[in-house]
């Protein structure tokens, strides 16, 4: 039966307060350890912690028939004795058990009281498993035992594992007691559980019911069954975030006026006609016609700019940058390092050479006296376009008409300091989001759905395809000599190395030996060095010598990651290149190729490399384009390690669905989100009030920021 949209509220409500401590079994200590570790609360945290593989369970083998290697078993017999053998640290309880067809010993290393005060001699038991091989004779370290009657309760076919921790162990909180919790909590509710879609998404979808999807999550009969609740649940997660995105975006377009921009006038068009470097791409100028039409009809323009590396997205930018000018607006550029702000604001101002346009770049660095000229200048509106670091969300900073605020590589800031930009304004400013990091489709559906998309798909016209090496690290003299031809000839070099998180100081001394190394190898050449770890200044006058071609060769971390800009460098070397992701690997790889000649990027690996490492590095050689790397990169890493998952307030905390497998189901469900939404904006019919109740109970705890991105 579905329970009224009333009865729901209530059992829902009861499952989500109802602390994890309250249940049987568990108690202070170890309701302690489960928020700690895993973030379990309540009964409803408890239900949604699932299983992360399964084992058959329908076959009794017979002692009689263990062979070697053989995976999980089980056994149906008696424990004939205990006893414990060793002394100290290597004392264990071994108990003798015996199925009628030979004797096999069960053993603990830990526990030891516990078990023999829970299980009792010559009681029948159903054993599971993994059998070892031990001096010529079988046994099972720490299986799972169950009476015959609580085994047929507990699982069908298949036994639940979930994921623990070594904390958790200690506590006797192992994968076999949390699924004897998630049994007393189940069997406690009756196995019912409050519907949490309606009744004509079950009929649509075909969907099993929640409280039949959490039975065979947790205790699955079959295959079959499991695969519903999987679909179900999977299903049911995907459809909330993208109706609560899709809510925000068609609430945002209905209600949030924007600035409107009709005029497209004298900066614009004197920039385009008189000081456009190169013809614009067919990409380029279809992304200004998008925005254009954004900007021109009245209500708020969130636009999210996705582009490879190379691509131009800087001047599409600057481009609606003079249309904010040309209505009488300010238009700011926010990057997430001082090294990218400031190679925008050089870029810009070489763009805008000869006209008069007031550029001002603030960052932290900025001395006192000329932020004391600039901060009046803003809040006057006499400085038009603005292009800083965090700095530009501090209070002092106000503008006087900030009509467009554009954030670069904008995963590098949280969602709270994005939304301190926007409040800049009385009324919201346009946004555009740009980003070089091709993001998988599923993952932008997920992460920024609520906004639209803008894709520069075509690179300027004259670039040649970065080729692509990978070399072993036991061949750096023919590396050696490859980099000095290249530099004979004029040319640029970067040699990047890993900065893993953590581990800086590990890493900072790699850098500094290969910085040895290369002046030593390379003493007719300047070789200058950045890293993270360095002041602002001395990073700036580093960066400098490479970009004025004064230093030859530049050793950095992933400080180069994005936004530097020298055209006349033409290799980018990669140090320990198993140690990178793809999209990263990608990112650096942009770095070059930028001038009309002929670059390389060359990954430096190790030979002992992992099956997943070795695809990284082949997918890396033989392809450029970004956006098939970074769907190669989802279904090798997942989403959690990706770009933009782990930032304040917008990470991706699924519990089943995977966007790497999962694209199907997502369009689906974000299909039927949309169709929902095209009837019943403001979800106020009875058939959709359910929605609205869920939509408050699963985001209720995160800020609001739908209106502003």
């Known amino acids: 039966r579905l329970c009224s949209l009333n009865e729901c509220r209530i059992l829902m409500l009861e499952l989500e307060k109802r602390a994890v401590v309250y249940l049987p079994g568990v108690g202070p200590k170890k309701a302690e350890i489960l928020e700690r570790e895993l973030g379990i609360v309540s009964y409803w945290d408890l239900l949604n912690y699932y299983p992360y593989k399964y084992m058959e369970r329908s076959r009794i083998y017979r002692v009689a028939d263990l062979t070697d290697n053989l995976p999980y078993i089980q056994l149906r017999g008696r424990i004939t004795r205990f006893g414990t053998v060793g002394v100290g640290s290597g004392r264990r309880l071994v108990g003798k058990f015996t199925d009628g067809t030979g004797v096999i010993d069960l053993v603990w290393f830990k526990g030891l009281n516990f078990v023999t005060s829970k299980y009792k001699v010559d009681t029948e038991y159903l054993v ?12 099972i370290p720490h299986p799972d035992l169950d009476s015959v009657d609580q085994a047929k309760q507990l699982a069908g076919g298949l036994m639940p594992f979930y994921n623990t921790t070594e904390k958790m162990k200690r506590a006797f909180l192992n994968s076999r007691a949390i699924q004897n919790l998630q049994y007393a909590l ?28 959490m039975r065979h999550i947790h205790f699955p009969d079959n295959t079959r069954t499991l695969e519903a609740a999987r679909r179900r649940l999977k299903f049911e997660e995907l459809f ?6 899709l809510r925000t975006a068609t609430n945002r377009k209905r209600k949030l006026r924007g ?19 190169f013809e614009l791409t067919n990409a380029q100028k279809r992304v ?7 900007m021109g009809s009245g209500r708020q323009m969130n636009r999210l700019l996705q582009g490879d590396v190379g691509s131009g997205k800087t001047l599409v930018g600057l481009l609606v940058m003079l249309l904010a000018l040309d209505n009488g607006c300010q238009a700011c550029l926010m990057a997430p390092t001082e090294i990218l702000a400031t190679q925008h604001y050089a870029t810009i101002s070489e763009f805008l050479k000869g006209m008069e346009v007031k550029v001002a770049l603030l960052t932290g660095s900025t001395r006192k006296r000329e932020r004391d000229k600039i901060l009046p200048a803003i809040a006057n509106g006499e400085i038009q376009i603005v292009i800083g670091t965090h700095a530009l969300i501090e209070e002092t900073v106000q503008f006087a008409s900030l009509g467009l605020a554009i954030i670069d590589e904008q995963h590098r800031f949280g969602v709270e300091q994005r939304s301190r930009l926007w409040m800049k304004n009385a009324v919201p400013p346009h946004v555009l989001v740009m980003t070089a990091t091709p993001i998988p489709r599923t993952l932008a559906m ?35 000599e490859f980099l000095r031809q290249e530099i004979r000839k004029g040319r640029q070099v970067y040699v990047v190395y890993p900065l893993i998180e953590g581990n800086e100081k590990l890493d900072y001394k790699d850098l500094e030996a290969g910085f040895e190394t290369f002046k030593s190898v390379f003493p007719e050449y300047q070789v200058c060095m950045v890293h993270g770890r360095m002041k602002a200044a001395d990073k700036e006058a580093e960066m400098r010598k490479f970009i004025s071609g004064e230093a030859q060769i530049l050793m950095a971390t992933t400080v180069i990651e994005v936004g530097v800009n020298v055209p006349n460098a033409s290799v980018m070397v990669i140090e320990s290149a198993e140690r990178f992701g793809l999209s990263q690997l990608h990112q650096l790889r942009g ?7 002929q670059s390389y990027c060359i990954l430096i690996s190790s030979y002992k490399l992992s099956s997943d490492t070795r695809k990284r590095l082949e997918i890396m050689v033989s392809s450029n384009n970004g956006f098939e790397i970074a769907e190669a990169d989802l279904r090798l890493r997942g989403h959690g390690d990706l770009e933009g998952t782990r930032q304040s307030g917008e990470g991706l905390d699924l519990k089943i669905a995977n966007l790497a497998a999962d694209g199907q189901i997502l369009q689906y469900a974000r299909d039927l989100a949309q169709s929902i939404l095209d009837e019943d904006p403001e979800l106020l019919s009875e058939t959709h009030r359910i929605l609205n109740e869920r939509l408050g109970f699963l985001f209720k705890r995160k800020v609001n920021w739908g209106l502003i991105s």
């Not at 599971?128 to 046994?139: D, E, I, L, S, W």
């Not at 879609?197 to 929640?210: M, Q």
């Not at 997920?446 to 990978?470: A, F, M, Q, W």
Request: hydrophobic residues 35%.
């Open 128 to 139: 599971f498993g993994k059998p070892v091989a031990f001096n010529h004779q079988y046994n």
């Open 186 to 213: 189940l069997s406690g509710i009756n196995w019912t559980l409050p519907e949490t879609l309606p009744a004509d998404v079950l009929a649509k979808t075909g969907l099993v019911s929640l409280s039949e999807a």
């Open 240 to 245: 909330y975030i993208q109706l609560n995105m």
């Open 259 to 277: 600035i409107p921009f009709p005029r497209v006038g004298d900066y614009f068009n004197t920039f385009y006609n008189e000081h456009l470097p």
């Open 288 to 294: 200004v016609r998008e925005m254009r039409a954004d």
């Open 446 to 480: 997920t992460l920024y759905g609520d906004l639209d998309v803008s894709v520069i798909d075509e690179l300027p016209p004259g670039r040649k395809p970065v080729k692509t090496l990978h070399r072993y690290d036991t061949r750096k003299a023919e590396l050696y």
């Open 591 to 597: 770095r070059v190729g930028r001038g009309a000649e």
